[in-house]
Each structure stands twice: as C-alpha cells, then as structure tokens.
C-alpha cells in the first residue's frame, strides 16, 4: 500500500537531548512537508522540501533541522535549541506535478520532551 | 498575505442534525482550497477540494463550494452522524514563487455529535 509512514508514534526525550523523527513515502512524491500542531491551534509549517537536495524553512523552523538526501525520506531533527518541542508532528507528502495538489499525511510523531 | 479564517468551535449537534462549518479566505490569485479532517490521535485525511470557482466538492456526505465572490468555503452535510466527530481544517494552496503548493491552514474546528 502506497503512504506516509511515520516513527515512532510516541517519542520521550530528556531535555537537552536532541531526536530526530522518520518520515517515509512510497508515493514518488517530489514535495515533502514537516508541520507542528499544538492543542487548539492550526498547524504550522516548520520545513518543506520540493525536490531532493533541496529544503526550505517554515514559518517555524528555529531549532530544528531537515535532510533531503533521498525522494523518499525527509527525517526532521528537533534539536536542544527548540524551546518548547514537546507537539505533536506531522509529516506530508504532493506530488509535484501543477503545483496546487494536496497533500498527504502520515499518522504523526507525538514528541515529549521533559 | 494569504490567510484562512474558520469558525471557531467547538461544535456539539445531535446524530442526524445540519452541519455548517464556514470557512473565508484571503489570499492573492486563485488558491485552491481544501477541507481535511483528523481524528483523534490520527494524521490529517483529504475530505474534499477544489480548484477553481464555482467548484463543488463532496464526499461523504459532505460538501463544499468553492465561491470567488464571498471568498468563502464553508462546510456541510445534511446529517451527522456519531462518526463524524472530528476536528476539521479549511485550507488554501498557494500559488506562485517558492512556496507553490505550500498549505494554509485555519485553527480547526472541532466537531462532537452525540448520540
């Protein structure tokens, strides 16, 4: 079956440790998507990569890190510089083609960080 | 900039009961525009869309029209059932420059439907 998958889907981590989290699609997908969602609000961009080897920032991207290095992959790092990552983490996935397709989303990462 | 606005919830109807969840936009150009839901502890699903005006989207039951002049895309279905609890997202995809297919995304709407 052809998706997202995302792991683990809960993660606990010390303050001051850095995580990094899993992001796969088997879609052939060019676009790839990192979002943070936060009880009661939206989500909201942190990374997005429209092609290999390529990544942009979010609206949020200060303390974390991406990679690109494979269509298929796009781990995020939540580093110790993030002041509040403890959120719930979504990775999603468009196909390239026209530019305003939607978007596909993995299950989600639920970080904790005390 | 591009923006989208929902209703804010949360939203309590009875099983069977008319759902409406509005949904404005402001955004430069023509985005086009979608409703995902999400279920508790669950990733966001693809609901319905729409890419250009006058479009109408549906699925499920539910349905949404994409309308220009009102810059609008509220949300409905004639009856609710208990399943349909959800929190529900509006969302616009950008076009041009950079950020070419990037969503925006309103706060949400949670939606409970009791028995």
């Keep these: ?114 | 900039g591009n923006s989208v606005t929902q209703m804010e919830g949360p939203v309590t109807l009875s099983e069977e009961a008319f759902l409406t969840i509005n949904c404005t936009y402001t955004a430069t150009g023509y985005p086009s525009l979608f409703w995902y839901v999400q279920y508790p502890g669950e990733g966001l699903q693809l609901l319905l869309k729409a890419t250009k005006a006058d479009d109408k989207g549906s699925n499920k039951g539910f349905e949404a029209t994409y309308r220009k002049e009102t810059t609008s895309f509220h949300l409905e279905k004639g009856s609710v059932q208990v399943s349909d609890s959800a929190v529900y997202f509006c969302a616009l995809s950008s076009r041009g420059g950079g950020s070419q297919g990037n969503l925006i995304f309103g706060k949400g709407t949670k939606l409970s439907v009791k028995p």
Aim: net charge neutral; glycine share 12%; proline share 4%.
């Design chain 1, 1 to 114: 079956d052809g998706g997202i998958t995302q792991s683990p889907k809960y993660l606990f981590r010390k303050e001051g440790q850095n995580v990094t989290l899993s992001c796969e699609q088997n879609l052939n997908h060019d676009a790839m998507y990192w979002y943070r969602q936060d009880p009661g609000q939206g989500l909201r961009l942190i990374y997005y990569s429209q092609i290999v080897n390529d990544f942009q920032k979010g609206d949020i991207a200060e303390g974390y890190s991406v990679s690109r290095e494979k269509k298929e992959s796009f781990p995020l790092t939540v580093t110790s510089a993030q002041k509040n990552p403890t959120a719930f983490y979504l990775c999603a996935s468009r196909a390239g083609t026209g530019g305003l397709g939607e978007q596909y989303f993995g299950p989600g990462t639920r970080l904790t960080v005390t």
